[in-house]
């Protein structure tokens, strides 16, 4: 019997670890995610989905936050008939087609699934959303979205899939969709608390590190440095420099992030140069463990001007809010809702072109490979306007008021604590769950039935029966070709040990092989129907698996073909 509100964790160690060449959002996203559930979540059996050979890295994830290997299971794929206990599979992204095509073997009520959207601008990323309205999925399964702009983005490709769909197929009524709840990607809020004293040591020392005088006003960036695919630093530049001549104070920026190449850095040395000549810029490491924890308690404001379609959700105005800084944002996705203006910061007006002028031809020629993703988003990027003028003036406001900039970082750690903190997070995931749960119960006795899995993906003897002269049939007798058994259980020996035909991992083990060959009677023939029978205890999957083996390799023959 499931437990309301526990899920299965589909678990891919890769996706949740930061240790990796190519670092993106998600995967800052989703190790956070994991490393919370196991946490917080207040199951004492702990259940996962995935591949066997993943075992090594969940015991050690496990062993890593003392949870007991007595009291978890690894359910491996291909056996989803054993996540009706917990009840729920959880995806860390939005590929709920997927999953919902294996559960149809097993029936739609069989259990719920549990999605995340991450970006939202790439092609995969836009076909699992279409496939929303084409797989087996049901109300009693959600897709998490983890903003409002991101539920809006979701609803409009989903309509505008529809209409399609609607015309091709002439229908009037939408399929039955997913759940589509706002919950927010949550952090560990105590990783970036220091106290005063801690505060001041951290801070002295990277100012000495870093040669940042005592008067300087610092901003923080936390990211990736990526003009074309983060965030593009004009605004930024732009707005340091003219606040710092206006303000006539200095002005040092930190950009903690990491460079795709040397390419890029150059680009943003040269931007640095020639936009902000009196602003001191300096760069670390942002991938640096230790960096990472202490680069907050450098810098008096935090900034960060997303003008990318690829931003959803936005972690790090929330990490800065929790390390107590003030930030200055970007009226942009998922920081609309973050961050409260003139409470726990600044948010800075956007522009970008309307509907159906040069930003379609930018979806056009990607859609058509003319551009690939990075030009496609970078493209769309230099169409939108971060309002230099009112990052200015904010700008100027944090570096001469110190006393506002420790009200609104005051007020950003009481928001990040009890609003994106995981411990408040994860509840809303199992309130989620215990919902969905009760949704599929109701609708159990509807969608009872079980169902082949993926339409294109039948069984290859259905799918292909005109390749073959014909297929197999009950009343076919086989024989023995060679004159006795033990000269057959020889031979089998010797080919069962050939590359060209152990390879597939689906074989049935020896044994089998061995007892189907003892029930020949030599010089005899037996009715396939009858050697079937005498092995009723078995899987008859695997006895005609066996039995078409042993054709194949010609041990047996037909009578008749």
């Not at 109701?442 to 899995?453: E, G, T, V």
């Not at 590359?499 to 007892?515: E, G, S």
Request: glycine share 4%; charged share 20%.
């Amino acid at each position: 019997m499931s437990t309301p509100g526990n899920a299965a964790i589909y678990y891919l160690s890769g996706e949740y670890s930061t240790q990796r060449k190519q670092l993106m959002g998600r995967h800052a996203a989703n190790e956070s995610f994991i490393h919370a559930w196991l946490k917080h979540a207040p199951f004492g059996d702990l259940s996962f989905y995935g591949r066997s050979n993943e075992q090594d890295a969940l015991k050690s994830l496990l062993s890593e936050h003392k949870r007991s290997l007595k009291n978890y299971q690894l359910i491996p794929q291909g056996q989803e008939n054993r996540l009706k206990d917990p009840g729920c599979l959880y995806i860390p992204d939005p590929n709920l087609a997927q999953h919902a095509w294996h559960r149809r073997t097993h029936g739609a009520h069989h259990y719920s699934l549990s999605g995340v959207t991450h970006t939202l601008s790439s092609k995969g990323a836009q076909d699992l959303i279409g496939a929303l309205l084409t797989a087996p999925v049901y109300p009693w399964d959600a897709l998490v979205c983890t903003s409002k702009a991101v539920k809006a983005s979701v609803l409009t490709s989903i309509e505008s899939y529809g209409e399609y769909l609607r015309e091709r197929f002439t229908i009037n009524h939408m399929p039955q969709l997913p759940q589509l709840p706002v919950i927010p990607l949550g952090i560990h809020s105590n990783q970036y608390h220091a106290d005063e004293e801690k505060k001041t040591m951290l801070r002295n020392k990277w100012h000495e590190r870093l040669q940042i005088d005592k008067d300087t006003t610092v901003f923080l960036f936390v990211g990736r440095l990526s003009f074309h695919a983060k965030a593009n630093p004009i605004a930024m530049l732009k707005s340091l420099e003219q606040s710092s001549r206006a303000s006539k104070k200095k002005v040092c920026l930190i950009q903690s992030g990491w460079f795709a190449n040397e390419k890029v850095k150059e680009a943003y040395e040269k931007a640095n140069h020639s936009i902000a000549p009196n602003v001191q810029c300096v760069y670390v490491d942002g991938r640096n463990a230790q960096i990472k924890e202490e680069i907050w308690h450098a810098a008096d404001v935090f900034m960060s001007l997303s003008d990318n379609i690829q931003e959803t959700f936005g972690l790090t105005p929330i990490e800065a809010m929790a390390a107590s800084l003030p930030v200055i944002v970007s009226d942009w996705d998922g920081y609309k809702d973050t961050v409260r203006h003139g409470i726990d910061g600044l948010r800075i007006p956007t522009l970008t072109p309307p509907p159906g002028l040069n930003t379609y031809d930018a979806a056009y020629r990607f859609d058509r490979d003319i551009d690939n993703y990075d030009f496609y988003i970078g493209s769309v990027s230099l169409d939108t306007t971060v309002h230099i003028p009112s990052c200015t003036k904010a700008c100027i406001q944090m570096i001469n008021s110190p006393s506002l900039r420790k009200k609104m970082g005051q007020q950003g750690r009481e928001r990040a604590v009890h609003n994106y903190d995981w411990q408040a997070v994860i509840p809303q995931y199992l309130k989620l769950w215990q919902n969905l749960a009760q949704i599929r119960q109701h609708h159990q006795d509807i969608f009872s039935h079980k169902k082949a899995a993926h339409p294109l993906r039948q069984d290859p003897a259905l799918t292909f029966a005109a390749w073959p002269t014909r297929t197999l049939s009950l009343n076919d007798f086989f024989s023995l070709t060679l004159s006795n058994k033990h000269d057959t259980l020889k031979k089998f020996e010797e080919l069962y040990e050939q590359p060209i035909l152990n390879y597939a991992h689906d074989l049935p083990h020896k044994q089998l092989f061995h007892k189907v060959i003892d029930s020949f009677n030599e010089g005899s023939a037996i009715e396939f129907k009858a050697l079937l029978g005498k092995h009723a205890k078995e899987s008859h999957h695997m006895v005609i698996k066996g039995v078409s083996w042993l054709l194949k390799v010609g041990l047996i023959d037909m009578n008749e073909l």
